[in-house]
């Protein structure tokens, strides 16, 4: 299943104006002593299915938003896909720092991009984290190594509620009409639902 960052909700994906400047940037919150500390910070909870009993799964997921990718990162991303090299890729993703996905009490893991994009539907969040590679899938030679990203949806409404979709495992690639896609490992997403705005 191909899911474009261009393509509407409807269709498996979310819209994204890639190559436009941000319809929404929000005012940064601020802490106690006057220092910028994000942009946007959620909270909610992944669910999906499992093969153990139970079936369903869930645990906490938390999203800290510091900025959103800029026009030129994101020309950046578009230009080493079109040069088909992924490593080049993952190793300028692994040095961008946008925010920060925590799920459940792991150790939160960096945003390496993040697009905002508005639609008749609402407002939504496109978030893509580098997803640590074990020994085990690189020595094994398991497929899952060449999708090294996990891609984050967001629909959020007016007062920042919403809900979501989790790809665990996904790998970015240009399109045919020069857009940027994801293609995920799993058929299922997992749901990301309860979304708000984080406390605290």
Known sequence: MRNRLSSVRAHGALALLLLSPLSFVPAAHAT????????????????????????????????????????????????????????????????????????????????????????????????????????REVFQNRRSVDYPYTVAQLDLEADGHGSGELNAAARLRMAKDGSIEFNPLGV???????????EG
Do not use: C
Not at 95 to 120: H, K, N, Y
Not at 188 to 198: A, D, S
């Open 32 to 135: 106690e002593n006057g220092n910028t500390s994000y942009l946007e910070a959620y909270q909610g909870t992944v669910a999906g299915l499992t093969h153990r009993l139970p079936r369903l799964m869930s645990s906490s997921i938390k999203v800290r938003i510091n900025r959103f990718s800029t026009e030129d990162e994101t020309q950046t991303i578009s230009s080493l896909l079109e040069k088909k090299t992924p490593e080049a890729l993952q190793n300028w993703l692994g040095d961008r720092l946008l925010g920060t996905v925590q799920i459940g009490e792991t150790l939160p893991q960096p945003i390496a991009a993040a697009w905002s994009f508005e639609d008749d539907a609402g407002r939504h969040l496109v978030i893509v984290v580098p997803r640590p590679i074990s020994i």
């Open 188 to 198: 299922i997403p997992l749901r990301i639902l309860n979304l708000r705005p984080l």
